[in-house]
């Protein structure tokens, strides 16, 4: 009896993210039980050389047969778009995408991009939280009573220090 071999199909390229790019602001619970309404992490720090994506490479598949022996072509997996942008870097490997600078990750029209520049539109306040930061801050607003804006370069605030703490 003739039988036949079924074609196997290949996979697609896929891309595993190593950080969750969406930040939800929510104040941290200390282990007393009380809450830090000032500590909201809403800004992913990365260092230079952390891998912040894995790519699984498409496959090609495996050919099959017809019952009378001819081949059958197996579809291959599809690339996939590398969201490499900016300060980001494809490791030598082609398996993974590696941080150029220490900064602020962040996933921008489907592209990770690193900043090593965190800047504040507004005033450091309940909605921002206290910055703690890995480059240098631009703070345009104010930075209003009680809050901490850390910074492993510089600190700039264009507006008014009010009883705050910076450390740069």
Do not use: C, M
């Not at 260092?47 to 291959?76: E, N, S, W, Y």
């Not at 490997?93 to 690193?114: M, Y």
């Amino acid at each position: 009896i003739a039988e036949g071999i079924k074609a196997v199909d290949g996979r697609d390229g896929v891309i595993d993210y190593y950080l969750e790019f969406v930040r939800v602001g929510k104040p941290q619970v200390l282990d007393d039980g009380s809450v830090d309404y000032k500590h909201l992490d809403l800004i992913l720090n990365v260092a230079k050389g952390q891998a912040l994506a894995g790519i699984t490479p498409p496959t090609k598949g495996k050919p099959g047969q017809l019952v009378t022996g001819k081949p059958i072509a197996p579809r291959p997996g599809k690339n996939i778009n590398i969201p490499k942008g900016k300060n980001v870097i494809l490791s030598d490997d082609k398996t993974a995408l590696i941080a150029a600078v220490d900064g602020k990750a962040e996933l921008i029209d489907g592209k990770i991009n690193i900043s090593p520049i965190y800047e504040v539109r507004g005033n450091v306040d309940n909605s921002t939280g206290n910055i703690e930061f890995v480059g240098n801050v631009i703070i345009r607003g104010n930075i209003l009573t009680g809050f901490e804006v850390k910074a492993e370069g510089s600190i700039e605030v264009l507006g008014v220090v009010e009883g705050a703490n910076l450390w740069a």
